[in-house]
């Protein structure tokens, strides 16, 4: 069970509904009913062993949040709780049901609910054979030696050369982008992602197992040379959101450590796994669809990936501020 406060909401409530359901209890200390309904729910979580997760708010001490959802759900009386899942409220009930019935609105829910998981790593998109993805190299490299200049061309074949592990022919085709000034922001990440790579493939600390980089950080939390190669191990082999949770105890810790290469590392991750704005959706007559109306804002879905990525922007500002 975790309390929730304005400032914690998008971290311990957004951010896990992405991975498993998160049910918000919104209560108050001098409400009968809330004290009735408040045991249940922190059985329930215990019996269902992590399908949910329990998390309560104090109406009294967090009306911001408790009134917007309040009028989204049209709703007046507390106790009052709200599902969310991939980043969104998505059903609620109101007052101190009993548990079989809080157990029907559960089952409901888990059993559409899929965990989500982040596939952080950039990679050529679709996934396509291997035979195809060659092709496609093969006919950006074409395009990019007719028209040299051209620095989406670069980004895409640079970005397909390190995701399937050709890093001598990444570096040499990345070295004109790096060679301006200023370097553009997402070249700049391709390199940072690419120095990862190497640092795995040429030193002997990228073939350790985490368990001896975790058993050197017990000791020492400030061994900043072992988390940050800890944190490019993790970037090789896919993971990069628990990367970024290793830069961000570096930039907790020390922001200028290292020339300030954690930051630019989580940076670049961020910029790798920012989805591609989607276009705005429309409906039959061809104006935008209108999303939930939300404190004065139109609330469109989020993607998973970008609610994420969002997530750990707020994270890093917080860590630098």
């Not at 049910?23 to 045991?39: E, F, V």
């Not at 200023?182 to 990440?189: G, N």
């Not at 105890?249 to 920012?274: F, G, S």
């Not at 704005?277 to 879905?301: C, M």
């Amino acid at each position: 069970m975790i309390d929730i406060t304005l400032e914690n909401f998008e971290a311990e409530v957004l951010l896990p509904s992405m991975q498993a359901p998160v049910l918000l209890d919104i209560w108050a200390p001098w409400c009968g009913p809330c004290k009735q309904l408040g045991p249940v729910l922190e059985q329930l979580e215990t019996d269902y062993a992590g399908r949910f997760i329990l998390a309560k708010l104090d109406a009294d001490k967090v009306p911001q949040i408790a009134g917007q959802l309040s009028q989204m759900f049209g709703v007046r009386s507390i106790p009052f709780c709200v599902l969310f899942h991939e980043g969104q409220p998505v059903d609620g009930f109101v007052g101190a049901l009993a548990a079989a019935e809080v157990r029907e609105f559960l089952d409901r829910h888990l059993a559409a609910a899929k965990p989500v998981q982040a596939d952080a790593a950039p990679a050529l998109e679709p996934q396509l054979p291997e035979e195809d993805v060659q092709d496609a190299q093969h006919r950006l490299a074409d395009a990019l030696a007719a028209d040299p200049g051209n620095d989406d061309l670069r980004f895409d074949y640079v970005k397909g050369l390190i995701g399937s592990g050709q890093l001598n022919e990444a570096a040499a085709a990345l070295a004109p982008a790096m060679a301006q000034i200023p370097v553009e922001l997402r070249f700049d990440a391709l390199n940072q992602w690419l120095n990862a790579l190497e640092f795995v493939a040429n030193d002997p600390r990228g073939r350790w197992p985490l368990a001896q980089f975790d058993e050197l950080l017990a000791d020492n939390r400030r061994d900043f040379a072992t988390r940050f190669a800890k944190s490019r191990l993790l970037i090789a082999q896919g993971e990069w959101p628990l990367a970024l949770e290793e830069l961000l105890e570096i930039i907790q810790r020390d922001k200028k450590w290292d020339d300030e290469a954690p930051r630019k590392t989580y940076v670049a991750l961020l910029e790798l796994m920012t989805p591609p704005r989607p276009k705005p959706s429309t409906d039959a007559s061809g104006k935008a669809a209108p999303g939930i109306a939300l404190a004065g804002k139109t609330a469109q879905p989020e993607d998973p990936q970008a609610a994420l990525v969002s997530a750990y922007r707020r994270k890093l500002s917080m860590a630098l501020n």
